[in-house]
């Protein structure tokens, strides 16, 4: 059974960064997927972030693209999400997830983690 | 303003049958590329639903099913319950985004 857990702090200052990371059990992050976030601000849909290969390749959303970060820690078997110089506009609920290689949906998803950006 | 269009809302009696649609254009569901579709119930993670067009993941019950031509896809719920109560995301990818892209979901309500 595969299961991801997001984690990190619930509230971040304005201009500040943002890192999340999501711990990855019952599948191994070199594993043929791409791990994913995907965000849904309060009472909005969801955005797709960006995802990550093992290998070391990315996708990000071009609207994110410069300030967004997805790296891999394979000694932890985890993922994690940096995103700089944040605004209210940034505050979501913050979904990682899996998608399998040669497809396009995401099976597995994380419970989700509320990140608040204020002073 | 999402890349894939939704209704914001449909819906039903219990019993009934509802469709929720989800328009792209030629550089996603014009393209060839398949599209998903997610439940979200009320304060949860979103779940698979239907993948590739029309396939059911285990343990979702034949009461869902989809369908895709050309720029268009719908989403169909017959036999409508009060659990069925939810937000649904179709989900596809965008050759121009080169990535995943999302409709802006859809609440569908049971009367």
């Known amino acids: 059974q595969v299961q991801l857990q997001e984690s990190g702090p619930g509230l971040v200052k304005p201009s500040g960064t943002l890192s999340l990371t999501c711990a990855v059990s019952?599948?191994?992050?070199?594993?043929?997927?791409?791990w994913t976030w995907v965000r849904q601000p309060p009472g909005k849909g969801l955005e797709w972030i960006g995802e990550?290969?093992?290998?070391?390749?990315?996708n990000y959303n071009p609207s994110l693209t410069s300030r967004v970060t997805i790296s891999v820690d394979k000694s932890k078997n985890l993922f994690s999400l940096r995103l700089r110089s944040v605004t209210a506009a940034d505050t979501a609920v913050y979904y990682c997830?899996?998608?399998?290689?040669?497809?396009?949906?995401?099976?597995?998803w994380g419970l989700g983690t509320l990140v608040t950006v204020s002073s | 303003q999402s890349v894939l269009t939704q209704p914001p809302s449909v819906s039903g009696a219990p019993g009934q049958k509802v469709t929720i649609s989800c328009t792209g254009t030629?550089?996603?569901?014009?393209?060839?590329?398949?599209v998903h579709w997610y439940r979200q119930l009320p304060g949860t993670a979103p779940t698979l639903l239907i993948y590739?067009?029309?396939n059911r993941p285990s343990g979702v019950p034949d009461r869902f099913s989809g369908s895709k031509s050309g720029t268009s896809a719908s989403l169909d719920i017959t036999g409508l319950q009060a659990e069925d109560e939810a937000d649904y995301y179709c989900?596809?990818?965008?050759?121009?985004?080169?990535?995943?892209?999302f409709g802006g979901g859809t609440r569908l309500t049971v009367l």
């Open positions: 997830a899996r998608r399998y290689t040669g497809y396009d949906y995401l099976d597995y």
């Open positions: 019952g599948d191994s992050i070199s594993s043929a997927n791409w």
């Open positions: 990550m290969y093992h290998t070391g390749s990315t």
């Open positions: 030629s550089s996603n569901l014009g393209a060839g590329f398949d």
């Open positions: 590739d067009n029309n």
């Open positions: 989900q596809s990818y965008d050759t121009s985004l080169t990535g995943s892209v």
